[in-house]
Each structure stands twice: as C-alpha cells, then as structure tokens.
C-alpha cells in the first residue's frame, strides 16, 4: 500500500528530517542521496496544489503501482479542507483506498514539545469528523479509516472502531514494547536503548531475540483484552461496535468537589 502524508501529530507543520549523523552509507545509498547530509523533506508537495490534484495523484500512485491500495494520512487542522478533498473525490470519481487519522497528540522524540503539544486536532475529535463527513457524502462504504494517534490499549481500539475506524495503528506503545525510554534522542544518533539510532555500538542495546518477544507478548495481551472487552459487552465481533455502546463514566470525585463548591447542584449531574 502507499500512504501520502499531508499532515501528522508527530512533526506537525514540518517535513520529515533525517539528521547527517544517521544518514549513513547504506541508507544513503537506499534513499538515493549523499551521506551524512541532513535530509529534509518538504512539509508540502510538489505534485499537486489542491484538492483535486490530489485525487489525480492518488490515480496516477494506483495506476503505475499496479493496483495497490493508495490513501493518504493526515492530521485535522482546518475542517473545510477535508470537506474539499471529499468534494474532489465526487466531482472526479476518484477516491482513496484508505484514510489514515492521526490525532495531534503524536510525537516523536525530535518534534518540537509546542508542536506535539498543542497542533492539530486531537484523535478522537479528527477521527469523528473524518467519519461523519464520509457517511455525509456518501463515500465511507468505499474508504476505510486507519486510526492513529496514541492507540495503547484494547479499549483505546474499541473506542476508535466505535468512532468510526476500520482498523487501527499502534506505533508508541509497540516502540515502548521493543525498548523505548522516551529519552528523547531520537533525532541525535544516541538512542541509549538501540531503538532509533544507527550507531553500531549503541544498536546493541537492542536485543532482536528477546525485544521480539516482548512485543508479541504485548501485541497478544493488547488483543486479548479488546476481545474481553467485546465479550463482557455483549458483542461477537468487532463489526458490532458502535457508538452508542461506548459511554463516559462519571467521574465521583470531581463531582463531589463540584458539589462541595456549588451546594444547589445535585450530586451526579455534572459530566
């Protein structure tokens, strides 16, 4: 499959940059450019400046691939631009395989703190968006929705599917799985643990035979607490989630604190 990225949590605003430090002989020689040169790749693109240019892109990515699965990702920031792309797909007849919704609350160690922080609309608030526009147009029953964004635990899947998903993407948690401490290097060449850095003494840290189990150790619990999850709810398959099955519990305490403050609210009425 080939996703285009026209936004994401994790550097929002910014294109992918691959350091001089890890761009090394063997992935320069992958990526076709001189190594140990900083690579930046542009935050927008060059093949197409609107909408439907968009679309025409996606045609023109299926057409000489052969027939795969082509989408793009992104990152809600302005609704109306997502209501264009849904315009285009209709005026061309040409629609993406898949959607993929990330939430503003993806990071990477080398995205600025005020970026990963504060841009971009958070998952749960893009992905009811990006869902509900589709059914608006009439075009969800032919694109499948990718969530991204933070998904950690079984429910954090239910939720999402019951939102509107199709399916799911686990980055985070799977890289806390294999190793990662969050130190924040990402982008120095100096991962501590081995995870993101290309140095060959620090990638020992990495130990393949035993990382691999721990993260199919956790992939296992993390399935089988979403299907606990449909069981104790009622529910045979993931097909028959939906959003009225998934509610807010009352939080007692802040309710009591409300309750305290403002003694004419009864208890139990505040969300």
């Known amino acids: 499959m080939i996703e285009l990225k026209l936004s994401q949590g994790a550097k929002p605003g910014h294109g992918g940059i691959l350091p001089a430090k890890k761009n090394t002989p063997e992935i320069a020689e992958i990526r076709r450019v001189k190594p140990f040169t900083d690579v930046h790749s542009p935050p927008g693109h060059s093949s197409f400046n609107d909408a439907e240019g968009l679309m025409k892109f996606i045609q023109k990515l299926r057409e000489i691939s052969g027939g795969k699965p082509v989408g793009f990702k992104l990152c809600v920031g302005r609704k109306e631009e997502f209501i264009d792309i849904c315009k285009a797909m209709i005026k061309t007849g040409i629609k993406p395989d898949f959607i993929t919704v990330d939430g503003g609350e993806g ?51 239910v939720r999402a ?104 609210i009864e208890a139990g009425s505040l969300l």
């Not at 971009?120 to 893009?126: A, E, H, W, Y």
């Not at 850095?197 to 979403?226: C, I, P, W």
């Open 161 to 264: 599917l019951a939102l509107g998903a199709d399916l799911c993407n686990c980055a985070r948690a799977m890289m806390m799985a294999v190793g990662c401490i969050q130190a924040l290097k990402c982008n120095t060449n100096a991962c501590p643990v081995g995870v993101a850095t290309q140095n060959k003494s620090l990638m020992k840290g990495l130990d393949v035979e035993d990382k691999a189990v721990r993260v199919a150790n956790f992939h296992y619990s993390t399935l089988k607490s979403f299907n606990e999850l449909l069981a104790a709810s009622g529910m045979t398959s993931p097909g028959e989630i939906r959003r009225e099955r998934i509610c807010r519990r009352i939080n007692e305490e802040r309710v009591l604190k409300y309750s305290e403050l403002y003694p004419e």
């Open 107 to 157: 990071g990477t160690g080398a995205a600025p703190v005020e970026f990963s922080n504060s841009l971009g609309t958070p998952l749960r608030d893009g992905l009811t968006f990006v869902s509900n526009t589709l059914v608006g147009y009439n075009l969800k029953s032919e694109i499948k929705i990718i969530a991204s964004g933070k998904i950690i635990t079984g429910f954090h899947i």
